[in-house]
């Protein structure tokens, strides 16, 4: 599943993010994206884009079309 297709208040782990290139997939990792990692929608903005993520403790914000590469597992 994708992490753009989780609604609000729903958490998975971050499985995988092949899609993306290098560089972006790198930025996420530091800011905390990683395989493995738990990660939940805190809400969505009511066109659908941006999203506001937590991941270890931190909230980001995220485009759909980036979250459209991320794939997670629903927890």
């Not at 809400?43 to 079309?65: M, N, S």
């Amino acid at each position: 599943m994708k992490l753009s297709e989780l609604s609000c208040g729903a958490k998975g782990i971050v499985t995988g993010m092949s899609m993306l290139p290098a560089a972006t997939r790198k930025k996420l990792m530091v800011m905390g994206v990683l395989p493995n990692t738990p990660v939940s929608v805190v809400r969505v903005a009511p066109l659908g884009d941006p999203l506001q993520i937590r991941v270890r403790g931190v909230d980001l914000a995220l485009r759909k079309q980036l979250a459209d590469s991320i794939e997670v597992e629903i927890q």
